[in-house]
């Protein structure tokens, strides 16, 4: 899975659910799949598959999946098997377990990063190239200023 998205992993794209922005739990939820989460969860998490907490998604309580995209905010702990993925919208405050992390320019982390059973940590530094959300365009089609 080098220098791939993890959001391009999803283990059965036809079988993911997705938790919407309006959308409040207080409880914990958990499944053997991939799930997106763009409401508010107040609990646990574990999903075995992908867990994508999207820019409205929060999670407070401890999240475990198989690999995990950040770009909302989590405040407590992360359980990872494999990669997680912070973007630059991503919003960690608490403890990272992880075997490998992508940390995009622009997230915000408070808190520690530890992996499996003492093996060696693989981070990843990346900037996101995806479209502007203030103009609709990519980064590299925008007009340089002055232009």
Same mark, same amino acid.
């Given at each position: ?15 993911? &659910? ?6 409040? @739990?207080?409880?914990? /939820? ?7 989460? $763009? %409401? *508010? ?47 630059? &919208? ?6 990272? @377990?992880?075997?490998? /992390? ?7 982390? $408070? %808190? *520690? ?35």
């Amino acid at each position: 899975m080098e220098n791939t998205r993890i959001s391009e992993s999803f283990t059965d794209p036809g079988n993911k &659910s997705t938790l919407r922005g309006t959308t409040r @739990i207080t409880g914990n /939820i958990s499944g053997p799949g991939d799930l997106e989460l $763009d %409401g *508010e969860l107040v609990g646990d998490i574990v999903i075995d598959g992908l867990l994508v907490i999207a820019e409205k998604g929060s999670v407070q309580g401890k999240a475990s999946a198989g690999n995990m995209v950040l770009a909302g905010r989590v405040q407590g702990k992360i359980m990872v098997r494999d990669r997680i993925e912070v973007r630059s &919208s991503g919003r960690m405050e608490g403890n990272i @377990i992880c075997q490998k /992390i992508a940390i995009a320019e622009g997230a915000f982390m $408070d %808190g *520690e990063v530890h992996t499996h059973k003492g093996k060696p940590l693989s981070p990843e530094y990346f900037t996101e190239k995806r479209k502007d959300l203030r103009n609709g365009q990519s980064p590299d089609m925008a007009e340089a200023p002055g232009k």
